[in-house]
């Protein structure tokens, strides 16, 4: 279970540095996607980003956590 909350909470990192770098210079009524274009209220967006990052956390959270209980095997 290690290696699957590693592998998913590096996917969800990538991810949100790839919106992050797309959208560096975008007004917030228009949204890039990686491959679309969003067109919601600020407050749908953020809360969107919010959401995948809270995602990201717990899975970070869950691979610190499951390491430090039993830290010898990497399943």
Known sequence: ???LYLIISI???AFLGAIAYLNANSS???FNLIFMEISASPA???MI???VGIFTGAF?????SST???PETFE
């Open 1 to 3: 279970m290690k290696a």
């Open 11 to 13: 996917i969800f990192t």
């Open 28 to 30: 917030l009524t228009k």
């Open 44 to 46: 749908v967006i953020i």
């Open 49 to 51: 980003i919010a959401v």
């Open 60 to 64: 970070y959270h869950a691979f610190l």
């Open 68 to 70: 430090l209980d039993n």
